[in-house]
């Protein structure tokens, strides 16, 4: 009856509300770090850079907002490593047991805490300290690619803006030789037929020269991010494209952080096989209690109990899943090993791949400016003087000038081309 009496106004308020309460929500105390320091820093875009072949990977490392982004994985390892090798807290245990005339109870607390048997928590540490290494160069390596990508994208800008020179330079030429035949026309010296034509060729060239226009903005939209320049921000080049020289050979990568992080992630794979293999013994839990009761004896009558113990707890045999968790651990260890030795392969051959381009490019842009240049040069002078004594049509002179244009041109090609290989090259060797 008295135990009726307890669970009826338990009844009667369930009864007069038939919707589900929200389950209350525990909060928890934040860090003790402030939440300034936890937020991500994003660097501030400048209103303007000056960038050269020198400067730029400084520049990539200050503003440039991927890499601010990619520096937060080294955090995440750091935070990780906090987290990982710590033993569990102790837990409190309290039971009361009650007859259900409210006579005996007993009162029992105790203390408990779990211990790993195996070296589990030293591995963990172990695994998470290697991790922070990758993240490490990890964070080396998105630079690494960054620079690659701004330097030459810097390179095809200068050897836009050179062709343009280039252009603009002809273009100048062939307005003068409009004007200087227009008025040889006039005098009746020359045929306005001629005049015609140069007019033609010089509008050729300035189509061509706002057609370089258009790819030199597209060029620099492709640079501006980089820098962390907005798309209004104001880009200056102090920097060209030298002749071409062989720099000496670099034979190893080892410097390359992509490939040290590949062999980091492969050596904590090898961390994690041991931290799978230490899980097969699971966790003993030992405990002291202690608790107080009243127990009604008849006919002697109530008095009072105490209690203090010892618990502890042994898990039986070995954990199922952890056979399964080291055979998959092992299967990443063996995978990771054997991707980062492909790709030290790829690096090597990205390496002599881009050194033989170089050589290739080396060799045509000094062949074009020692050897087929003068003669473009010479034969255009031939032509000139031939046009002056009527030998020759306006025609000819013109098509000279534009081979030789589009020697010098393939010349610029040629240099840029090699500079290009030279990034590459850097790129691939990790300067």
Known sequence: MKSFLIVLPFLVISCRDHQISQIPIIKVRALSEPRAALKTSIPRAPEAVEVSFDNLPAKIRQHNLSLA??????????????????????????????????????????????????????????????????????????????????????????????????????????????????????????????????????????????????????????????LGLKPDGNLTVSASLSEPVM??????????????????????????????????????????????????????????????????????????????????????????????????RIANSETHAAYAEMKQWQLLAKQMKDQILPLAVAQIQNTKVAYERAEVPLQDVLRAEEQKLSLETAYLEAVRDFHLAHSQYLTATAQ
């Open 69 to 226: 982004a990619a520096r937060k994985l080294v955090a995440e390892a750091e935070g990780k490593l906090r987290a990982s090798g710590v033993a569990s807290n102790p837990g409190l245990e309290v039971e009361f047991d009650m007859d259900p005339d409210f006579g005996d109870f007993m009162l029992t607390v105790g203390v408990s805490q779990k211990y790993p048997r195996t070296n589990r928590l030293l591995i963990e540490k172990r695994v998470s300290q290697i991790l922070i290494q990758a993240a490490q160069s990890e964070v080396r390596d998105a630079e690494r690619i960054l620079v690659g990508e701004a330097r030459s994208a810097l390179i095809a800008l200068i050897a836009l803006r050179d062709k343009k020179i280039l252009l603009a330079a002809q273009e100048k030429n062939a307005n003068e030789l409009t004007s200087l035949i227009e008025a040889s026309a006039a005098k009746g010296e020359a045929s306005p037929l001629d005049a015609g034509v140069a007019l033609l060729e010089a509008s050729r060239l300035g189509t061509l020269t706002r057609q370089l226009e258009i790819k030199e903005q597209l060029a620099e939209a492709r640079l501006k991010p980089l």
């Open 247 to 344: 720099p000496p050979m670099n034979v190893t990568n080892s410097r390359r952080p992509d490939l040290e992080a590949a062999w980091l992630r492969a050596s904590s794979a090898d961390a994690e096989t041991d931290l799978a293999r230490s899980t097969r013994l699971e966790d003993i839990e030992a405990g002291v209690f202690a608790g107080v009761g009243r127990e009604e004896d008849a006919p002697t009558g109530t008095h009072r109990e105490q209690i203090v113990g010892f618990r502890l707890k042994i898990p039986l045999g070995e954990n199922p899943t952890a056979a399964g968790v080291e055979a998959a651990a092992w299967a990443r260890q063996e995978r990771l090993n054997i991707g980062a030795s492909a790709l030290a």
